[in-house]
C-alpha cells in the first residue's frame, strides 16, 4: 500500500481502494471459477434464513430511543468488536466476542434505558467491566499464600469499549445533542433526504470508532459504518420513507475477520502457505499490511458474486457472517487483530 491519503469516506472509496489493493496484493488472491460458480453450491433456502435481519429482543419507547440503543451497540459491534480477543474470550468468559458485545450492549439498556449522551461520556473502565463482564484483573502468586493483582488479558478490551463509548458521548454533547439518537434523527430526518453514502461519511468522519481506514488512510473499510446504515435500513425502511435510502444498493460486503474465513473455507479466497500458518497458529496480525488485505479481498470477492449472481449484497454479507457462525465454519481459524475498534 501507497503511502498516500483519500479524502473520501464513502461506499465509491471502499469499493475502489480495496480493490485498487487488490490488483497489487501477493498473499490473498481469488478464485473466479469458484466465484462463478458460488451460485450453484448456494442453497437458497439456507440463504433466505440466514439472510434475514436479526433484531434486538427489547423494546423501546420511540424511535429515537430505538436509534439511540442502535447507534451505541453498533459503534461497539456492527455486529462484533475486537474478534482479535476471541480465544482468551471463549477461554476466560467462555463466550465470543459478539456474544461478548450482544450481552454489555443489552446490560447497558436495561440498567440505563435512557443512555445519553452525558452518561456514555462519564463510563468508567470499572462499570464497562461490570456491563460487560469481563475481569480486567487477574491474581499472581508471588509466594505461597501471598498474590497481587495484575492487568488481566481482557483489559485492554475493556478499555477500548470504554474509549469509544467516552468518545461517542463527547462528541454528541460537543455537536449539541443530548444523546446519539437526536443526532441521527437529525441526520436522517433533516430538511434535505439523506442517502446511504453521505450517511456513512457522516459517521466515519464524526466518530472515531467508525473511521475505518488503513493505517495510511491509503485503504477504506468502513465495515461499522456501512453495517449500520444497513441495519436501519432493513429495520426501518418499510415504516418511515426517511430510511428508505435509494443508494442502498450501493453499499459494500462490510468486511471484519469473518467474511475472510468463509470465503476462503468456500474456495474464493486462496492464502500463501505463510499467510495460513499464521492464521492456522493463532498469530495476531497487526493492524494494517496483511490484515487490510484479507479484509479488501472480502469486499473484491463479494462485489463479484454480487456481480455473477444478482444477488442482493446486504442479505449475502448476512448470509456469510451468519454461516461463520454455523457449525461446520464455527471452529476454523480467523485472523485475529486486537488493536483495532473498527470491527
Request: glycine share 6%; hydrophobic share 45%.
Amino acid at each position: 500500500m501507497g503511502a498516500s491519503t483519500v479524502a473520501e469516506y464513502t461506499p465509491a472509496a471502499v469499493r475502489a481502494t480495496c480493490a485498487a489493493l487488490m490488483a497489487q496484493t501477493t498473499q490473498v488472491k481469488i478464485d473466479e471459477v469458484k466465484v462463478a460458480s458460488f451460485a450453484d453450491d448456494l442453497d437458497m433456502t439456507q440463504f433466505n434464513a440466514l439472510s434475514e435481519p436479526v433484531r434486538y429482543p427489547l423494546s423501546f419507547r420511540s424511535l429515537a430511543d430505538e436509534l439511540n440503543f442502535m447507534g451505541m451497540a453498533a459503534s461497539l459491534t456492527a455486529p462484533l468488536m475486537h474478534t482479535g480477543y476471541r480465544v482468551p474470550l471463549h477461554a476466560i468468559t467462555d463466550r465470543g466476542a459478539h456474544e461478548t458485545m450482544t450481552f454489555g450492549a443489552i446490560g447497558l439498556f436495561i440498567s440505563e434505558p435512557r443512555l445519553d449522551a452525558k452518561f456514555l461520556r462519564g463510563l468508567s473502565l470499572e462499570s464497562v467491566a461490570s456491563y460487560f463482564s469481563l475481569p480486567t484483573e487477574r491474581d499472581e502468586q508471588l509466594s505461597p499464600g501471598i498474590y497481587i493483582a495484575k492487568p488481566g488479558p481482557l483489559k485492554p478490551l475493556a478499555e477500548a469499549i470504554q474509549q469509544v463509548l467516552n468518545d461517542a458521548g463527547r462528541i454528541v454533547l460537543e455537536r449539541g445533542f443530548d444523546d446519539l439518537g437526536a443526532f441521527l434523527t437529525a441526520q436522517i430526518k433533516g430538511a434535505t433526504p439523506t442517502t446511504a453514502a453521505a450517511l456513512v461519511e457522516t459517521l466515519a468522519t464524526t466518530f472515531p470508532a467508525f473511521r475505518d481506514v488503513s493505517p495510511d488512510g491509503s485503504v477504506v473499510l468502513l465495515k461499522k459504518a456501512q453495517c449500520f446504515v444497513a441495519s436501519l435500513y432493513r429495520r426501518f425502511h418499510a415504516e418511515d420513507p426517511a430510511f428508505a435510502f435509494e443508494d442502498i444498493a450501493n453499499l459494500t460486503a462490510f468486511s471484519d475477520n469473518v467474511l475472510p474465513c468463509v470465503l476462503r473455507a468456500m474456495g474464493i479466497l486462496q492464502y500463501t502457505d505463510e499467510l495460513a500458518d499464521q492464521i492456522a497458529s493463532n498469530t495476531l496480525l497487526p493492524k494494517g499490511g496483511v490484515e487490510v488485505e484479507l479484509r479488501a479481498a472480502a469486499v473484491v470477492a463479494c462485489d463479484k458474486i454480487v456481480a455473477a449472481t444478482g444477488l442482493d449484497m446486504i442479505a449475502l454479507d448476512s448470509y456469510l457472517w451468519r454461516v461463520g457462525k454455523e457449525p461446520a465454519y464455527r471452529s476454523l481459524p480467523r485472523h485475529a487483530t486486537q488493536d483495532t475498534v473498527f470491527y
